[in-house]
């Protein structure tokens, strides 16, 4: 979620979603020749996202995945494609770096030479990579009901929303905040940099760059310093940093 046009009708609205308006069956339209145990897990991942309200909780307690794809190109409503998949997770600004996720997805269209030279990944490796639909549900299991956290994470959402929309005719109705969340709250102007620029503003060694995982470890450390520095400015929720945004406007 991107906190460039927070104003208060956006916040009231956020808070309404967090706080149960996540009423409609959003797992109804899973194709029937589905797996009954991933239909049972979907149902259930639904319950709990149902129970979660993040907004009030200590920001030291508050449980995340940072996660980073990578992608043949910009535009999933054209056709491009994810083709892998990192996350780690968090709690508070406590990086796990025991409990990370990394996949390499087969798109199943050609991968578009740029992406390849800039991702170093090849067209042999996505041909034995496993299929969309699998990544997509160990994804899932690994992210549970987490709230999820993403760089520049309008890119991430629409991806994971059209993915999970074909393959398995269901919403992606997880929370996902864009790092500019936080960040806006000490340099509004910073939002809008790469991850590198971001990094490198927060004293974070970029290593790894293009690569799913190495992205999202850099993310959580970058959501780690701002996390910290938010505590520090006597922020502890989401809800009081919500409301101090909306006041921006």
Not at 31 to 45: G, K
Not at 70 to 85: A, L, R, V
Not at 118 to 138: R, W, Y
Not at 174 to 197: G, K, M, N, Y
Request: aromatic content about 8%; overall charge negative; charged content about 20%.
């Amino acid at each position: 979620m991107g906190c460039e046009s927070m104003g208060m009708n956006d916040m009231v609205r956020f808070i309404r979603e967090m706080t149960g308006k996540l009423g409609s069956d959003i797992y109804g339209g899973i194709q029937t020749q589905s797996n009954p145990q991933q239909i049972s897990f979907l149902r259930q991942l639904q319950k709990e996202m149902k129970q979660t309200n993040i907004l009030d909780c200590p920001l030291e307690k508050l449980n995340i995945v940072v996660f980073d794809l990578e992608t043949t190109g910009f535009n999933p409503d054209k056709g491009d494609k994810i083709i892998s998949i990192g996350a780690v997770k968090m709690v508070g600004s406590i990086i796990n770096e025991e409990e990370t996720f990394y996949s390499l997805v087969n798109p199943e269209i050609p991968l578009p030479e740029y992406i390849s030279r800039l991702t170093n990944i090849t067209e042999e490796q996505l041909a034995g990579a496993p299929s969309a639909s699998e990544v997509l549900l160990d994804f899932y299991k690994f992210i549970g009901s987490s709230v999820l956290v993403a760089h520049h994470a309008r890119h991430e959402q629409a991806f994971m929303k059209k993915l999970s929309s074909s393959l398995l005719r269901m919403n992606f109705d997880h929370r996902v905040i864009d790092t500019s969340f936080l960040i806006r709250l000490f340099q509004p102007a910073a939002p809008t940099l790469q991850l590198e620029e971001i990094c490198n503003e927060c004293g974070v060694e970029v290593s790894g760059r293009h690569h799913a995982l190495s992205d999202s470890m850099m993310t959580a450390k970058v959501w780690s310093f701002y996390i910290e520095k938010a505590h520090e400015h006597g922020y502890t929720n989401l809800r009081e940093i919500y409301e101090f945004l909306s006041r921006l406007r």
